[in-house]
C-alpha cells in the first residue's frame, strides 16, 4: 500500500481538480428543474453483479430523486478505491472494510459511512468435481490465493476456526486476475476468492459446476463492501453523505423486488462486463448477503456497534491492522438509513 505521506501529497494536488477542499461542488439540472449534485462513486472492481444496484438505481431515478446526478466508475480493487477516496479522486467508493480499516491505520482520512454486504462472501472455490465437501478436505490442496490481501490475511483464521493448520494446505500466489486461470489450468485445486465474483464466471468460462467453503458458514464472518467516503466529503458537503447512503439503501431495496431488470440496466456498463447469466448469478448470490443475526429485518446498510467490533477484532488479529480502534475510528454510525 502507499504510504500516508504519498497518499497526502497526492491528495494536495487533486483536491482543487475534484471540487473538495473548499471548490465549490458541480451540479446539475433535469429536466424537471431540479438541481442535482454531480457525484461520484468508483467501485471496487470492474461492474459485476454485485453492483446491479447503483445502475439500477440510477436508471430508475432512485438517485435523482435523492438530489444525485451519479456517475459510476470502475475500480481495480478495494485498496486502490480507498486510497483514491482519501485522495479526493472519487466522492465516494465502494470498498471492502478490510481495506478501509488497513487504509485508516495507515493514516487515510477516510470512513465507511454503511456496510451492504454484512455477511462476508469470502470463500474458498473449486470445481465439484474435485469432491471436496468440508474443510478438512482441504488437506494437501493447492490453493491460489493473492498474497498480502484481506482473503489470504484471514485465511489462516478460517483454517484454525476449523481444526486445520497452515501447513496442512499449499498456497500458490499469483496477481486477482490469474486465480481463475490457476485453477481452470489444474494448477491448483481451488482459489481464495468471493463467491459472488469468480465462481460463477470460472463455472461459465470452463462449463463445469463451480462449489465453495464459505467462510462465513465454517465460523467465520465479518463485514464486507460498503460505502466510504473522505473525511473532507463529510465535514464539507452537507447533506450529501446522508443522501447517499438513503438512495442506495432504496436501490439495493428495490433490486430485491426486480432483479432481472436491475441485470438489464448493467448492460453496457463495462467492457469486461460478464454474460447475463453470471451477472444474475452474481446479484442473487450478493442479495444473501446484506443482513447479519442483528440486523435482520433492517433497511440494508444499517449497521451495529456489535457487527463493527467483531469485524475489528478478527482484523486484528490477522494482523491486517495493527492496533484495534473504536468503531467510531472507522464508521459514521448517524447516516443509517431509515426505514
Same mark, same amino acid.
Given at each position: 500500500?502507499?504510504?500516508? #505521506?504519498?497518499?497526502?501529497?497526492?491528495?494536495? !494536488?487533486?483536491?482543487? #481538480?475534484?471540487?473538495?477542499?473548499?471548490?465549490?461542488?458541480?451540479?446539475?439540472?433535469?429536466?424537471?428543474?431540479?438541481?442535482?449534485?454531480?457525484?461520484?462513486?468508483?467501485?471496487?472492481?470492474?461492474?459485476?453483479?454485485?453492483?446491479?444496484?447503483?445502475?439500477?438505481?440510477?436508471?430508475?431515478?432512485?438517485?435523482?430523486?435523492?438530489? $444525485?446526478?451519479? /456517475?459510476?466508475?470502475?475500480?481495480?480493487?478495494?485498496?486502490?478505491? !480507498?486510497?483514491?477516496?482519501?485522495?479526493?479522486?472519487?466522492?465516494?467508493? =465502494?470498498?471492502?472494510?478490510?481495506?478501509?480499516?488497513?487504509?485508516?491505520?495507515?493514516?487515510?482520512?477516510?470512513?465507511? $459511512?454503511?456496510?451492504?454486504?454484512?455477511?462476508?462472501?469470502?470463500?474458498?472455490?473449486?470445481?465439484? /468435481?474435485?469432491?471436496?465437501?468440508?474443510?478438512?478436505?482441504?488437506?494437501?490442496?493447492? $490453493?491460489?490465493?493473492?498474497?498480502?490481501?484481506?482473503?489470504?490475511?484471514?485465511?489462516?483464521?478460517?483454517?484454525?476456526?476449523?481444526?486445520?493448520? /497452515?501447513?496442512?494446505?499449499?498456497?500458490?500466489?499469483?496477481?486477482?486476475?490469474?486465480?481463475?486461470?490457476?485453477?481452470?489450468?489444474?494448477?491448483?485445486?481451488?482459489?481464495?476468492?468471493?463467491?459472488?465474483?469468480?465462481?460463477?464466471?470460472?463455472?461459465?468460462?470452463?462449463?463445469?459446476?463451480?462449489?465453495?467453503?464459505?467462510? #462465513?458458514?465454517?465460523?467465520?464472518?465479518?463485514?464486507?463492501?460498503?460505502?466510504?467516503?473522505?473525511?473532507?466529503?463529510?465535514?464539507?458537503?452537507?447533506?450529501?453523505?446522508?443522501?447517499?447512503?438513503?438512495?442506495?439503501?432504496?436501490? =439495493?431495496?428495490? !433490486?430485491?423486488?426486480?432483479?432481472?431488470?436491475?441485470?438489464?440496466?448493467?448492460?453496457?456498463?463495462?467492457?469486461?462486463?460478464?454474460?447475463?447469466?453470471?451477472?444474475?448469478?452474481?446479484?442473487?448470490?450478493?442479495?444473501?448477503?446484506?443482513?447479519?443475526?442483528?440486523?435482520?429485518?433492517?433497511?440494508?446498510?444499517?449497521?451495529? /456497534?456489535?457487527?463493527?467490533?467483531?469485524?475489528?477484532?478478527?482484523?486484528?488479529?490477522?494482523?491486517?491492522?495493527?492496533?484495534?480502534?473504536?468503531?467510531?475510528?472507522?464508521?459514521?454510525?448517524?447516516?443509517?438509513?431509515?426505514?
Amino acid at each position: 500500500m502507499k504510504l500516508p #505521506a504519498l497518499v497526502a501529497g497526492v491528495a494536495a !494536488v487533486l483536491l482543487f #481538480a475534484v471540487g473538495c477542499g473548499g471548490s465549490e461542488p458541480e451540479t446539475t439540472t433535469n429536466a424537471q428543474g431540479q438541481t442535482l449534485d454531480k457525484v461520484t462513486l468508483t467501485l471496487n472492481w470492474y461492474p459485476y453483479g454485485e453492483h446491479a444496484p447503483f445502475f439500477y438505481g440510477k436508471a430508475q431515478g432512485i438517485y435523482e430523486k435523492h438530489g $444525485i446526478d451519479l /456517475e459510476i466508475r470502475a475500480g481495480q480493487g478495494s485498496q486502490k478505491t !480507498v486510497q483514491a477516496t482519501a485522495a479526493g479522486q472519487t466522492d465516494f467508493g =465502494w470498498a471492502d472494510t478490510p481495506a478501509v480499516l488497513a487504509g485508516v491505520s495507515q493514516g487515510l482520512d477516510v470512513k465507511n $459511512i454503511g456496510v451492504f454486504l454484512q455477511t462476508t462472501p469470502a470463500s474458498v472455490q473449486f470445481f465439484t /468435481e474435485q469432491n471436496i465437501s468440508s474443510p478438512a478436505d482441504l488437506r494437501g490442496k493447492t $490453493i491460489a490465493t493473492t498474497a498480502g490481501d484481506a482473503l489470504s490475511k484471514t485465511f489462516p483464521a478460517f483454517l484454525k476456526a476449523n481444526g486445520l493448520a /497452515e501447513g496442512d494446505v499449499s498456497l500458490q500466489n499469483t496477481d486477482a486476475a490469474g486465480k481463475m486461470a490457476a485453477v481452470m489450468s489444474g494448477q491448483t485445486d481451488a482459489l481464495l476468492g468471493y463467491a459472488t465474483d469468480q465462481g460463477p464466471t470460472m463455472q461459465e468460462r470452463a462449463g463445469k459446476e463451480v462449489s465453495y467453503l464459505r467462510f #462465513a458458514e465454517h465460523g467465520l464472518n465479518f463485514y464486507s463492501n460498503g460505502l466510504i467516503a473522505a473525511q473532507d466529503v463529510l465535514d464539507e458537503r452537507g447533506d450529501l453523505p446522508s443522501r447517499m447512503v438513503a438512495a442506495t439503501s432504496e436501490a =439495493w431495496t428495490a !433490486v430485491q423486488q426486480n432483479q432481472p431488470a436491475a441485470v438489464d440496466a448493467m448492460q453496457g456498463a463495462s467492457e469486461q462486463l460478464p454474460s447475463k447469466e453470471v451477472l444474475a448469478e452474481q446479484l442473487a448470490s450478493t442479495l444473501e448477503l446484506l443482513h447479519t443475526d442483528s440486523t435482520q429485518g433492517q433497511a440494508p446498510g444499517v449497521n451495529t /456497534e456489535a457487527d463493527w467490533r467483531a469485524t475489528i477484532e478478527i482484523f486484528a488479529e490477522a494482523g491486517v491492522i495493527e492496533n484495534a480502534e473504536e468503531p467510531s475510528a472507522y464508521w459514521v454510525s448517524d447516516l443509517a438509513p431509515e426505514e
